[in-house]
C-alpha cells in the first residue's frame, strides 16, 4: 500500500478528511521549503503538494504565478526540488509528498529519467496539470510501475466519458477543481461541488480531494464535509508571500492550526 493509501485508509477509519497544503518549492527562498514543510506536517498536514516552479504556469493565478517567479529568480528547478524532497525524507518517512508541475520540465528530462529520480527522492503522487489522459499512458506506467500515484485533475466541465478514462489511468485519489478558472479564484459553490463529488463517487472508488477556491477555515470546513481532502494551495501562498525570514514559519502555523481545527470540525 502506497503512502497516499495509508493515509487516506487511516483517516476514513478515524472519520476525517486529509488537509494537503501546497507550497511552491523554493519560495520566497529555497532555504526555507524544507522547514516550511515540516512546520506544514508539525501543524497538520496529512500530505504536501509540492509545486514546481514553471515560467507558464497555465493553471494558476496571479498569486501562485508569483511564487513560480521568487523561486525561478533563485533558480529552483526540477533537480533542486526533488533534492528537497531528499532533505525532508532525511526526518520524515511517513508524510506523502505530491508533485505538482508542468510537463515541459519532465519532457526535458524525459519521462523515464523522471520516474527514476521522483522514485529515487521518495516522491509519492504526481500531478502534471497539462498531460491530457488521452496522451500519458507511458508516463502514468513509468510512475506506476516505480509506485508513484499519477493523480490526475476533473473540473467542472469534465464529462462523464472523460472522468471514466481519468479515473480508469488515476491512482492515489482524483482531484477535482472546484470551480472553473485558475487557482485563488473565489465563489466557491459548495451545493455544486458537493453535487459533483457525488457524482464522481459514483465512477470511482478512489478518495476525492477537492482544491481550488478554499481561502479560509470556513470554506475548508465545508469542503471537508463533501470530500476525502482539502487542498488549500493560494492562501497558504499568500501568507508566505505577506511573511518575512522572522514570521514566516509562525504565520504558516498560524494557518495551518485554524485549517486544521475546521478541517477536523467537519465530520
Do not use: W
Not at 162 to 181: C, E, H, M, P, T
Amino acid at each position: 500500500m502506497s503512502r497516499i493509501q495509508t493515509v487516506f485508509t487511516a483517516l476514513k477509519q478515524q472519520g476525517k478528511t486529509a488537509l494537503i497544503p501546497y507550497i511552491t518549492a523554493g519560495d520566497p527562498h529555497p532555504k526555507h521549503t524544507v522547514n516550511l514543510m515540516r512546520t506544514l506536517v508539525k501543524h497538520g498536514a496529512d500530505m504536501i503538494e509540492l509545486g514546481v516552479p514553471f515560467s507558464d504556469p497555465m493553471a494558476d493565478g496571479p498569486v501562485i504565478q508569483r511564487a513560480s517567479e521568487r523561486a525561478l529568480l533563485h533558480k529552483v528547478g526540477l533537480t533542486a526540488v526533488l533534492d528537497m524532497v531528499k532533505t525532508f525524507r532525511e526526518t520524515n518517512q511517513t508524510t506523502p509528498i505530491i508533485l505538482m508541475g508542468y510537463a515541459n520540465p519532465i519532457e526535458a528530462i524525459g519521462a523515464t529519467a523522471f520516474a527514476d529520480r521522483a522514485k529515487a527522492a521518495d516522491v509519492d503522487g504526481v500531478i502534471t496539470v497539462d498531460y491530457p489522459p488521452e496522451e500519458c499512458g507511458d508516463f502514468v506506467q513509468q510512475l506506476r510501475s516505480r509506485d508513484i500515484d499519477p493523480v490526475f485533475l476533473l473540473s467542472p466541465t469534465t464529462d462523464q466519458k472523460r472522468v471514466d478514462l481519468i479515473v480508469n489511468q488515476a491512482s492515489g485519489f482524483v482531484y477535482y477543481v472546484s470551480l472553473k478558472g485558475v487557482t485563488g479564484a473565489a465563489n466557491l459553490d459548495i451545493a455544486e461541488v458537493s453535487q459533483r463529488v457525488a457524482s464522481i463517487r459514483k465512477q470511482t472508488n478512489l478518495p476525492v480531494g477537492v482544491g481550488f477556491g478554499i481561502r479560509d477555515a470556513a470554506t475548508a470546513k465545508a469542503t471537508a464535509a463533501i470530500a476525502d481532502a482539502v487542498v488549500v494551495g493560494s492562501r497558504m501562498v499568500q501568507t508566505i508571500e505577506a511573511s518575512n525570514d522572522d514570521n514566516l514559519l509562525s504565520n504558516v502555523a498560524t494557518l495551518m492550526d485554524e485549517l486544521k481545527t475546521a478541517v477536523d470540525a467537519a465530520k
